[in-house]
């Protein structure tokens, strides 16, 4: 997984890919460290980029995404977030909704 460093980063990319995952984590979260691996592993299976960024680090990405907890696991479709799943994942409506933006032809949205 790629990791993101700054905000601006975060907005180039966002501009530039059609479909990516974004893992939100911060410090001190144990929670995020039990996540991270099952959410990586999915990396494998889908055609899209995955990312990551710690907000403790990169801030602004907690406020311009309002983000309010961690860990988050975002799902983006040309810019726009499409889904948000947050703290406790359930690993099934995620790879559900990772399905549903492969599917997804370029007339959608």
Not at 58 to 81: H, I, N
């Amino acid at each position: 997984m790629q990791e993101i460093g700054s905000f601006e980063q975060w907005l180039d990319i966002s501009a530039n890919e059609q479909r990516l995952l974004l893992f939100v984590k911060t410090d001190h979260c144990s929670v995020c460290e039990g996540l991270y691996p099952q959410v990586a592993e999915l990396m494998e299976e889908y055609p899209f980029p995955f990312y990551k960024v710690n907000a403790a680090q990169v801030p602004e990405m907690a406020g311009q995404l309002s983000l309010f907890t961690a860990p988050v696991v975002l799902l983006f479709y040309k810019g726009k977030e499409t889904a948000r799943f947050a703290r406790f994942v359930q690993m099934d409506q995620l790879t559900h909704r990772m399905n549903e933006l492969v599917e997804w032809g370029e007339d959608h949205v």
